[in-house]
């Protein structure tokens, strides 16, 4: 059966300093476009339906450079819009609310864990469409990707929470006996 496979863009001096980067545009450092062309290394040969990726360029510029051609730039694969939280790092935040945990609380300002798993589910329901052609890639984001993994397995949003998401790493998602499982994840 065919797959999803999950690549999250590379290294960003944001990503490097723990910074939340969600509507903010920057781009790759050039550690992080080493790590797309070894990303396209690791895929090379690989056939894809349909590439379906973020609009931000962290993730754009990593389809490129890893040789994947974009058939959708997608909204929906956008990082979690994080709100009043946008360049900030966790640590920070805890400052003032020490109990803050994203994958519960959302953000103020921004996106709550029912929104993006709505975004999330809408857009799961159209890579699963392309999946009679052949196997899909999704490029974007940690925390959005986090929650590719968790709603793929029919899990809440908060699950995505445990879930580790490297820059710069694939995951693989699939069937057993026709259910939904991830077959590979965090994977350099």
């Known amino acids: 059966m065919a797959e999803i496979v999950l690549v999250r863009h590379g290294q960003t001096e ?3 300093a723990g910074r939340h980067t969600g509507r903010t545009d920057i781009p ?3 550690e992080g476009e080493q790590q797309a062309h070894a990303i396209g290394a690791r ?5 894809f339906a349909a590439v379906l990726c973020s609009p931000r360029i962290r993730a754009r510029r990593t389809a490129e ?3 994947l051609e974009v058939t959708e730039v997608d909204e929906d694969l956008a990082e979690w ?3 009043d939280y946008e360049g900030i790092t966790t640590a920070e935040i805890h400052k003032t609310d020490p109990d803050w945990y994203l994958w519960d609380d959302g953000v103020p300002g921004g ?3 029912d929104q993006i798993g709505t975004r999330i589910d809408r857009l799961l329901a159209k890579a699963r469409r392309h999946l009679d052609d052949g196997d899909v890639a999704l490029v974007a984001h940690g925390h959005a990707l986090r929650v590719v993994g968790a709603r793929w397995i029919e899990e809440p949003v908060r699950v995505g929470g ?5 820059t710069a790493t694939l995951c693989r998602l699939g069937f057993e006996h026709g259910r939904p499982v991830i077959l590979e994840w965090n994977s350099r």
């Open 14 to 16: 944001w990503s490097v």
């Open 28 to 30: 790759l450092t050039a």
């Open 43 to 47: 895929i090379a040969g690989r056939e």
């Open 65 to 67: 450079l890893a040789g």
């Open 81 to 83: 819009d994080y709100g």
């Open 111 to 113: 996106e709550s864990p």
């Open 162 to 166: 445990r879930l580790r998401l490297d």
